[in-house]
């Protein structure tokens, strides 16, 4: 079983609608959840954390997570052309040393 | 004013040959990391350095070699390139090394064994 799971789409959105990504991962022990955007031919940058269970919010985007269940997920709302990338779900081990497991990435593609 | 930086952006390369790529950081942060990207955009960690001291090293051949003379910068010095090599390398830093401070990425060396 692979650390950090995510469906690799493409995962295909018109313009204005909410967009799903989905997230599990396998360390029961993890406390830190990140979602990074990646461009192509672009670095990784960094868009949510969220550390508690439920809902954090920032502007358009919302991570929710469920520890119980082991699953992370981000909505983007009012999903945008430029929203077009990779989302890479990234989760903190919980062995220390900030030691960061990634997802292989959701390509999303959002048409007008 | 770039955050991370690294340098070269491209490198292309015969097998055998050996190469480094350099990282710096002006963020102040205390701990600096290497990932590898490969052809399937998987970002795998290979090194983290705290304050000039390794504390993360993966499961990577022994010709990769990290060096990082303080704590603003991280070198990775690759000896007999293979074709296997060819991706992708991110360097990153953070503040902390068992917190949960983001890390935040350089542009990325694209390396190209031929």
């Known amino acids: 079983q692979k650390e950090v799971e995510q469906n690799s789409g493409p995962l295909s959105v018109p313009e204005g609608a909410i967009a799903s990504l989905n997230c599990t991962y396998s360390?029961?022990?993890?406390?830190?959840f990140f979602w990074y955007r990646q461009y192509s031919g672009k670095s990784p940058e960094l868009i949510m954390s969220?550390?508690?269970?439920g809902d954090k919010e920032d502007g358009r985007f919302t991570a929710q997570l469920n520890k119980a269940s082991q699953y992370v997920s981000l909505l983007i709302r009012d999903s945008q052309p430029s929203d077009s990338a990779t989302y890479l779900c990234?989760?903190?081990?919980?062995?220390?040393?900030?030691?960061?497991?990634f997802g292989a990435g959701t390509r999303l593609a959002v048409h007008p | 004013d770039t955050a991370v930086s690294q340098t070269p952006k491209y490198l292309v390369t015969q097998m055998g040959n050996d190469k480094s790529i350099k990282c710096e950081q002006n963020?102040?942060?205390?701990?600096m990391y290497w990932y590898k990207q490969d052809s399937k955009k998987f970002l795998k960690i290979m090194f983290s350095?705290?304050?000039?001291?390794?504390?993360i090293n993966e499961t990577v051949p022994n010709r990769f070699s990290p060096k990082s003379p303080d704590k603003a910068h991280l070198n990775l010095h690759i000896n007999s390139l293979e074709l296997g090599d060819s991706a992708v390398y991110f360097c990153?830093?953070?503040?902390?090394?068992?917190?949960?401070?983001?890390?935040?990425f350089g542009d990325g060396t694209r390396l190209s064994i031929l």
């Open positions: 990153a830093s953070s503040q902390g090394s068992g917190g949960v401070q983001p890390q935040h």
């Open positions: 360390d029961r022990g993890s406390q830190s």
């Open positions: 969220i550390y508690s269970n």
């Open positions: 990234a989760v903190l081990g919980s062995g220390g040393y900030n030691k960061l497991i």
């Open positions: 963020l102040g942060h205390d701990t």
């Open positions: 350095y705290n304050n000039k001291e390794l504390i």
